[in-house]
Every structure is written in C-alpha cells, then in structure tokens.
C-alpha cells in the first residue's frame, strides 16, 4: 500500500491518498518430465513444461526462437541450451535455462598379437583401440569365457586348458553409452616328438620312424627314405623317416 500526502504551499493544507499496489510473481520454471542426457540410438521421452497460468511463451534453442514453438510444453530433439520467453499476468520474463545432451556411442576394438598358441606358456596380448568422437572419457571391462574379467584399458590373458575362448570388450563412456565387441582365441595341445628305431649295427643302415604327435593327432604316415652316403642324415623337419649309417 502506497500513500501520498499533499500540502498547499500557502494555505499549508494538506491531504493524503492511498493506493494499493498488488505485484505478480512470473513463474520461470521449466518443469522436466524425462531425463536430459541420452546416446544416440535412444529414444527420446523428455517434455519440458511451464506453469499453465502462463499466457503467452515463445520456445528458444541456443539463442535461437524455435518456430512454431510457442505453447506451454516442448519435447527437445536435439543437443543444446532450451529457455523461453513467458507472458504472465501481464509481466515479461525469461525462463531458467536447460541443457539437452545426445551424446555418441563409443567405438570398441582391439587388436590381439596372435589369436591362436599352444596351452603351455601362453600369453594372449589385447591392444585397445577403442573411440568416441567427442573424446569422452571411457572406462573398459575385458570379459573372458573363462569367467574372469579385467578393468584395464589394454590387458593380457593366459588360459590353462585347451579351447577356444571368447574375450568381450565393453567400453562405457563418462555418458552411460556403450558398445561392445567380442572375439575368439584359440589354445592348442603341443605337439609331442617320438620316434623309434630297428637295430643298430655297425658298418649298417639304420632306420628312424617319426612317431610324433602333433595337436592330440598322430603325424603323417612316415615315407621310407632310401640310404644315403656314409654318416649322411636325411629329413626335412616333417614326419618322415630318417636314415643314417653306423660306421664304427
């Protein structure tokens, strides 16, 4: 309430005047229905909302009236910072501002330095060379067949029997958005070297059969090799008979 006194200036009467000043508040709330941060892929739910007793709105996206946009509710569809301009009760104002995020799927890969060894002393070596475009932090999670797992960004896996195996990687950015990949690597049984012999006898061709297995497989059935010169050897690394004069 408002009250004004007068005075003459001669006469130094006065009198006074009362008004009543009532001031409305302009509510510059936007109310979010959804969630503001999504991945590509997702399907996008979220309603931004004003107070209904507001008269007059004109939607903006970074800075920029949104045609057409001029109703108490918007359903953003794209990344950026969404306000309004808002009539209520005849005052003017702007809305809060609020920010809307689409952000990109990472891209998993890895490289392994060789997809198939023998059980014994193996040593898988996974390289990352997982992506997001807009260089998002990621965090990693290695999962093998055999039930364990590795947080690492890069990592290396021995595996105690023979098989193949299934390595997954998971990459999670900052953002909660995924993508996986998944692999297989292989162990085999190493080979067993055997061979056996008939007599030996000095001044005579001896003959060595190649008994050898090779990955839980009996080699190839050996090829008799004629005799050679004197002290001469004869193979080439396969399974194959080997002969060899016994001078004394």
């Known amino acids: 309430m408002f009250i004004v006194k007068t005075i003459d200036s001669v006469s130094t009467c ?3 005047d009362t008004t009543i000043v009532t001031p409305y508040a302009v509510d510059t709330t936007i109310r979010v229905l959804g969630k503001s941060i999504y991945c590509v892929g997702e399907t996008l739910n979220t309603t931004y909302s004003l107070n209904p ?3 007059g709105t004109q939607w903006y996206w970074n800075g920029n009236p949104l045609p057409g946009a001029t109703t108490n509710s918007y359903q953003p569809s794209s990344s950026g910072v969404y306000w309004a301009t808002i009539t209520q009760n005849g005052c003017a104002d702007s809305t809060q501002a609020t920010v809307f995020s689409i952000h990109p799927l990472p891209i998993a890969a890895f490289t392994i330095d060789k997809d198939v060894q023998c059980v014994t002393n193996n040593l898988f070596g996974f390289t990352n060379l997982t992506t997001v475009s807009d260089n998002a932090a990621i965090n990693y999670l290695w999962q093998f067949s055999d039930g364990t797992t590795s947080p690492a960004a890069s990592t290396t896996k021995t595996f105690a029997t023979v098989g193949n195996f299934f390595v997954n990687l998971l990459a999670t950015t900052v953002d909660g958005c995924t993508d996986n990949i998944t692999k297989t690597v292989r162990t085999l049984i190493n080979g067993k070297p055997d061979f ?5 006898c000095t001044n005579r061709s001896s ?3 190649n008994l050898s297995n090779e990955n839980g497989k009996r080699a190839t059935a050996p090829q008799d090799l004629p005799p050679v010169g004197t002290g001469a050897v004869r193979g080439d690394g396969g ?4 002969i060899r004069d016994n001078r004394g």
């Open 14 to 16: 006065y009198s006074y």
């Open 239 to 242: 399974p194959t008979t080997r």
């Open 196 to 200: 056996s012999w008939d007599s030996i």
């Open 53 to 55: 007793a507001i008269t």
């Open 207 to 209: 003959w060595f059969k």
